[in-house]
């Protein structure tokens, strides 16, 4: 059995819930659509089946929210309930997913699914969401940090981690991450206020664009990295870009997850392995972060770091 994708449908639905599956072949086949229970994709005669169905050429999707029971299609009307938030980032992937992960106007991810090389679709798991109010959401989410304002329908589908994105050539596999278990509400996002300068512009104004300004977090990113490259205190840069970002709704956090990911992305470049360069954060922040997280926070961020450097030498 796929254990990635088994993983991602029992993390994130109930057995007895409708799901719909999409296959679709990057050479004009007619796509296959299937409404099932999450039970019958996980048997492993169905898995086998969407792995054959994947390594000869169809990509695999599916529906970011359960559906009614009995339903036969994936219209709007026929979604259950709001099951996840989520946002679809295809440009500048990296620099916007750690934007993302050192706000402090959303929560932690409870999934990043890497699509491909620098493209990713992130999701939070949530409860306490009508559709109206999942769908704006899912329109503040893409104005501040710059993903695709075409996903933002409750009936979106997404790539299922476990199987290869058909698209390109080779295939790459599309893998997942979990940050967090938790279950968010709406007040756990902080997106009231759109009309605020967003990090990044939208994706389709990105494309027309030739040439693309930097948003403050992008500068904040190149600026932190190269101070670190010339061997500047990292203690000051977190305290300097607390200050300099004052307009953050927490400051300090942005500054030192923005320090520590340039610091692990640096660190693991020299060559240090990944588990010294835990460490090494953990000594760093042993004194500012909570005994009780600052181990989990560790490791988080050198992941982070990691993956983001896998995804920039596949580029």
């Not at 529906?63 to 938030?85: C, D, I, W, Y």
């Not at 104005?143 to 790539?159: K, M, Q, V, Y």
């Not at 997850?257 to 922040?285: K, N, P, Q, Y």
Request: charged residues 25%; contains cysteine; hydrophobic residues 40%.
């Amino acid at each position: 059995m796929n254990q990635i994708a088994a993983a991602f449908l029992t993390r994130s639905f109930a057995f007895s819930e409708t799901v719909a599956v999409l296959l679709r072949c990057e050479n004009g086949s007619r796509s296959q659509h299937r409404i099932v229970t999450v039970e019958q994709v996980l048997q492993s005669r169905y898995m086998a089946w969407l792995d054959h169905q994947n390594e000869n050429g169809a990509n695999i999707y599916l529906s970011a929210n359960p559906l009614l029971s009995g339903s036969r299609k994936r219209m709007k009307e026929f979604v259950a309930s709001v099951r996840h938030l989520y946002i679809d980032i295809d440009i500048d992937g990296d620099a916007r997913l750690a934007a993302l992960r050192t706000s402090d106007r959303v929560p932690s991810p409870t999934a990043i699914i890497a699509t491909s090389s620098d493209k990713y679709q992130v999701l939070w798991r949530v409860a306490g969401f009508d559709f109206g109010t999942q769908e704006e959401m899912l329109k503040r989410l893409a104005i501040t940090f710059g993903g695709d304002p075409a996903c933002t329908d409750r009936n979106r589908l997404l790539r299922l981690p476990g199987f290869l994105n058909q698209k390109y050539s080779p295939a790459t596999l599309v893998t997942v991450d979990y940050p967090s278990n938790r279950v968010y509400g709406p007040d756990d996002f902080r997106l009231d206020d759109v009309t605020d300068p967003p990090l990044f512009r939208l994706r389709d104004h990105a494309r027309k664009a030739p040439v693309r300004a930097h948003s403050h977090s992008e500068d904040d990113w190149a600026w932190i990295l190269s101070e670190l490259a010339r061997g500047k205190d990292a203690a000051m840069l977190t305290r300097e870009l607390a200050l300099r970002r004052s307009d953050k709704q927490n400051p300090v956090y942005y500054a030192q997850r923005t320090v520590d990911i340039a610091s692990a992305r640096l660190w693991l470049a020299d060559g240090i392995c990944i588990d010294d360069v835990i460490t090494m954060l953990e000594v760093r922040r042993r004194f500012e972060i909570p005994d009780r997280i600052c181990s989990a926070r560790a490791r988080e961020i050198a992941m982070t770091a990691q993956r983001m450097m896998v995804h920039h030498k596949m580029a």
